[in-house]
């Protein structure tokens, strides 16, 4: 009841109009309020020291995650390959590299070797560099995309890496053929050569129909497989 006299006659006139017996109500109470802040402020001071913590713990994770080395070499003539390289470099940030540029990576820096190639001529183009750096890539967790006017899932592409690659690499490769793309404006005379030769030794019909027309499959969900695959080895 003391408390509420208190608050009502602050309200009408101000503490300044209060009897002594009431000024040391006042002064109780302000010593309570005083321990009431103090209070508080310790706990509010545990609670961010708690969330620095975590802080700290996701950095340290993050740090895990960072210290993995990961390199993405590829060899692109049409911009295919070179495209699905830069989305995956945006999604993990590894180094990127492109070979046909004469750039020499030093491969045992690295724990993760992602390589991309287009393929010409029914073979890999990029098999000679992973044949002649096998010694340094064995061991690690290495995987390969192709891009092809071919369909991924058609038995060609099978045959194209099973020539491409001997079957102690093939083993130890992770291996997603992919959908490429065609510009016959872009092309050069020989390869326009080369195709025409493709088609007319080509027995699959379906594949000689679409041979040297004007497509596009480059799309970034495609790698939605490798991705996953990665995130796996990474962990």
């Known amino acids: 009841m003391e408390v509420i006299e208190y608050v009502v006659k602050c309200c009408r006139g101000g503490p300044w109009n209060l009897d002594k017996r009431e000024h040391n109500l006042h002064s109780r109470l302000l010593s309570v309020l005083s321990i009431l802040l103090l209070l508080l402020s310790a706990n509010t001071i545990a609670f961010c020291q708690v969330g620095s913590n975590d802080s700290s713990m996701i950095k340290s994770n993050s740090n895990n995650i960072q210290s993995i080395k990961i390199l993405i070499a590829y060899q692109s003539k049409y911009g295919s390959t070179k495209q699905y390289a830069e989305w995956i470099h945006q999604e993990i940030k590894g180094d990127l590299v492109n070979i046909e540029n004469g750039d020499k990576p030093d491969l045992t820096r690295y724990d993760i070797i992602i390589i991309g190639s287009s393929v010409r001529v029914g073979n890999i183009v990029i098999a000679p560099f992973i044949k002649d750096h096998w010694s340094v890539m064995k061991g690690k967790k ?4 192709t891009t092809s006017g071919t369909p991924p899932q058609h038995p060609k592409i099978q045959s194209i890496y ?28 020989f390869d326009k050569f080369l195709i025409a030769i493709g088609k007319i030794m080509e027995q699959d019909e379906t594949l000689k129909k679409d041979m040297g027309k004007d497509f596009d499959g480059v ?14 080895v990474k962990m």
């Open 142 to 145: 290495v995987i390969l995309f």
């Open 162 to 189: 099973e020539k491409s690659l001997p079957e102690e690499i093939r083993k130890e490769i992770k291996y997603f053929p992919l959908h490429g793309r065609i510009s016959r404006e872009n092309l050069t005379l």
């Open 219 to 232: 799309q970034r969900e495609n790698l939605l497989p490798l991705l996953e695959y990665l995130e796996d």
